[in-house]
């Protein structure tokens, strides 16, 4: 099989790369507003499944990627500070939308406000715990590889 050529070096390559990496994250985010906005509008799973599986797919792809190279982030290192962190800021930020979106959606949480505080309640608890365990044991991996890959590049 026949090698193409590339016709940029390796100072456009790079700037490509970070073209590209803007692009995906502009992508990501917008993808999940739109998922978001969709589902507060009342959309149904058939409207907007198409999109969560593309989303879910980015997701997934990236975070193995990530894994098998060894990276956990460009700003934290895995630890228990971190996981708390993130796990605490990402259930807060999906329980105000989770309580929004049935508010706005299901007439029985309009008259009973306190059936909503305790559905909230419950849906918090359950995203931290597996937020927290998923980063933890992502954590846990992307340390044993990046401890991996120093043993590697050290022989």
């Given at each position: 099989?026949?090698k193409?050529?590339?016709?940029?070096?390796?100072r456009?390559?790079?700037?490509?790369?970070?073209v590209?990496?803007?692009?995906?994250?502009?992508?990501?985010?917008?993808?999940f507003?739109?998922?978001?906005?969709?589902?507060?509008?009342?959309a149904?799973?058939?409207?907007?499944?198409?999109?969560?599986?593309?989303?879910?797919?980015?997701?997934?792809c990236?975070?193995?990627?990530?894994l098998?190279r060894?990276?956990?982030?460009?700003?934290t290192?895995?630890?228990?500070?971190?996981?708390?962190?993130?796990?605490?800021?990402?259930t807060?930020?999906?329980?105000?939308?989770f309580?929004?979106?049935?508010?706005?959606t299901?007439?029985y949480?309009?008259?009973?406000?306190q059936?909503?505080?305790?559905?909230?309640?419950?849906?918090?608890v359950?995203?931290f715990?597996?937020?927290?365990?998923?980063?933890?044991?992502?954590?846990q991996?992307?340390?044993?590889?990046?401890?991996?890959?120093?043993?590697?590049?050290?022989?």
């Open positions: 099989m026949k193409v050529k590339k016709a940029v070096d390796e456009q390559e790079l700037e490509m790369l970070k590209e990496h803007f692009g995906f994250w502009i992508m990501f985010w917008l993808l507003a739109s998922i978001i906005i969709q589902t507060g509008m009342g149904s799973y058939k409207q907007v499944g198409f999109e969560w599986g593309v989303f879910m797919i980015g997701c997934i990236t975070s193995i990627s990530y098998r060894g990276l956990w982030d460009y700003y290192k895995p630890c228990i500070k971190t996981y708390l962190l993130y796990s605490i800021a990402f807060i930020i999906f329980g105000i939308l309580g929004v979106i049935k508010y706005a299901v007439d949480y309009k008259i009973n406000v059936y909503l505080i305790i559905s909230i309640g419950i849906f918090s359950a995203i715990v597996l937020i927290f365990i998923t980063m933890y044991i992502s954590g991996y992307t340390i044993k590889k990046q401890k991996q890959l120093e043993n590697k590049y050290e022989e």
